[in-house]
């Protein structure tokens, strides 16, 4: 099976079709729907459309139930700057869909466990990282037991064997920060037990073109989508 993982849409409706046009046979999303891009209510109703099983994100959290975002510092101002945008563009059903979504998916696939969550097992706030220390792994993974970990929340792609634990972060579908401005993904297939990362090119002007004209600090919402940082 060929399970499409998704994160970090951030109302990036572009971003979203093109990453779902990848071959798969299942899609889970590893949460933050809205904040920051200018479709938060189109990219929640293509989940809920197509029963995409989605984590909740912290920004999910934020937009859906009024809370504080608790994201980096580099990049708050913008997600505050832009929470009334979102708010106005989403219905109470679409904010009422992101209150409920859980904090963790377990299946069973092939014979292995895998664990999807936005953050890191302990926390949707907690961010793991390519270069996070393997004694603060072993820490951010002692409660669950699986074989295959998918996570989001850094904007940052890896693949990463922990001991006998394959970890997996799809990087950002809507807002990359790796310096690579295209919509990011990965594939992980459960009978190779291979995962990829996969970069599409979308149609980044027309994402452009709709923070220009509609929501606050356009200028650099669009440096950071066009240049991935």
């Not at 219905?91 to 963790?104: D, I």
């Not at 929340?153 to 970890?167: A, E, Q």
């Not at 690579?180 to 990362?197: H, L, Q």
């Amino acid at each position: 099976m060929r399970i499409l993982l998704i994160s970090d849409i951030h109302g990036n409706k572009e971003a979203l079709d093109a990453v779902l046009k990848i071959p798969h046979d299942m899609v889970i999303c590893l949460g933050d729907l809205a904040d920051y891009g200018p479709s938060p209510s189109e990219c929640i109703d293509l989940i809920m459309q197509q029963e995409i099983e989605t984590v909740l994100g912290n920004h999910d959290a934020a937009v859906g139930s009024k809370m504080e975002c608790g994201c980096g510092y580099k990049y708050k101002h913008l997600s505050v700057a832009t929470r009334d945008y979102t708010w106005n563009m989403t219905t109470e059903v679409q904010m009422a869909f992101l209150r409920q979504l859980p904090f963790s998916i377990e299946k069973m696939i092939d014979g292995m466990r895998l664990y999807f969550t936005h953050g890191s097992p302990r926390s949707n706030y907690e961010y793991m990282k390519p270069e996070t220390s393997e004694s603060d792994l072993e820490e951010m993974v002692s409660e669950i037991d699986a074989d295959v970990l998918c996570i989001g929340h850094s904007h940052i792609p890896f693949i990463k064997k922990f001991k006998d634990m394959l970890i997996i972060n799809p990087g950002s579908t809507g807002q990359p920060r790796d310096g690579d401005w295209r919509a990011s993904c990965a594939v992980f297939d459960t009978t190779s037990s291979k995962a990829e990362i996969i970069r599409c090119d979308y149609d980044v002007e027309t994402t452009c073109n709709k923070i220009q004209e509609n929501m606050p600090n356009p200028d650099e919402l669009i440096t950071i989508l066009k240049r991935g940082y």
